[in-house]
């Protein structure tokens, strides 16, 4: 029965592909683009009016066509107010914030309705899954969300999303399906125990000698390979027993780092790439300055969440088909 549903719907998604093509970042549900069709309680309903309709005939009871009558008028209201529950409804992307592979890309669809009646009961939908339902009073909007796990690195966007309704009595199902771009990037996994980032070569007004100790006390962090002993909060660690923790500093003369992809010593290019963004993120919380050098691509030294944000998409795109967002 799942592979017949299956092979109706993907036949179907296809058809409305075709029909509607892409749309653009605010998207109107017009008439023609939405489906509609009786649930499992719409159709036992039918049925029900259905004999009722029968009986009141075999027995000429006039009682049992008024009710069978008034049961199908509200069925037909019922239709009629289910479909213009989604009709005229404007749909607009919203934010969609970079994640890193491995954890979930979130989406948000910005859902407006600018007519005087209220639309409730609207649901959105990624692959049969109901994601959010929210009422939308008139002249108001709403936010929708949805959800996609990050596999891989580059672009990650939803090939559709769905959105339905059965309000007000869960007879009649209307929905639309929008093809909308609305792509997130999606960063490196940032390696778990990275070799020690490299020190940039000594420049004027900066020492080797200095390692993010010789500032103002900032925190602690977690033990990471290749911290030097020195640096280790030894009272605070034994509290913890088992757990090592590494005392932070800001201020004084700026860190200098030089991430370059070809120094690091492995085949394996997303290992490669797990390194350089776990040193990207780490160089940013800790408030030194560090640069980027990809075969392909050189990022000068910088810092500041749009310098990280530079070299984090560097890094998501690297050797990739395409560097463009995929639809």
């Avoid at 000429?60 to 037909?76: D, E, R």
């Avoid at 869960?170 to 792509?183: D, E, I």
């Amino acid at each position: 029965m799942n592979g017949i549903r299956d092979y109706v719907e993907s036949k179907a998604i296809r058809w409305a592909r075709r029909r509607q093509g892409d749309d653009p970042v605010e998207t109107t549900l017009a008439r023609r683009r939405i489906y509609i069709l009786p649930t499992r309680q719409g159709l036992l309903f039918g049925l029900v009016v259905f004999l009722m309709l029968l009986g009141s005939m075999n027995y000429s009871n006039s009682m049992g066509f008024a009710m069978t009558f008034f049961l199908g008028a509200l069925g037909v209201v019922a239709m009629h107010n289910t479909h213009r529950n989604l009709e005229n409804l404007v749909l607009r992307r919203g934010k969609a914030e970079p994640v890193f592979v491995g954890s979930d890309a979130h989406f948000d669809v910005i859902a407006e309705n600018r007519s005087s009646l209220p639309r409730d009961g609207i649901t959105l939908t990624l692959a049969r899954e109901p994601m959010s339902r929210v009422d939308i009073p008139a002249g108001e909007r709403a936010t929708l969300q949805y959800a996609m796990p990050a596999r891989q690195r580059g672009w990650l966007a939803a090939e559709r999303i769905g959105i339905h309704t059965t309000w007000p009595f869960g007879l009649f199902k209307a929905w639309a399906w929008v093809y909308m771009s609305h792509p997130v990037l999606v960063y490196p996994r940032p390696a778990d125990n990275p070799p020690r980032p490299p020190l940039r070569a000594a420049e004027e007004g900066e020492s080797q000698e200095f390692d993010g100790g010789q500032g103002d006390f900032s925190g602690l962090r977690d033990y990471r390979q290749g911290d030097a002993p020195r640096h280790v909060a030894w009272k605070a660690s034994a509290r913890l027993q088992n757990d090592l923790l590494v005392k932070e500093f800001k201020g004084g003369n700026a860190v200098s780092r030089d991430f370059d992809f070809d120094a690091l010593d492995s085949a394996d290019l997303e290992y490669r790439l797990s390194v350089l963004t776990r040193w990207i993120v780490d160089a940013e919380k800790a408030g030194e300055r560090y640069a980027l050098a990809l075969p392909d691509e050189q990022i000068a030294m910088g810092q500041g969440q749009t310098h990280r944000d530079r070299c984090l998409k560097a890094l998501a795109l690297f050797r990739l088909p395409t560097a463009r967002p995929a639809r």
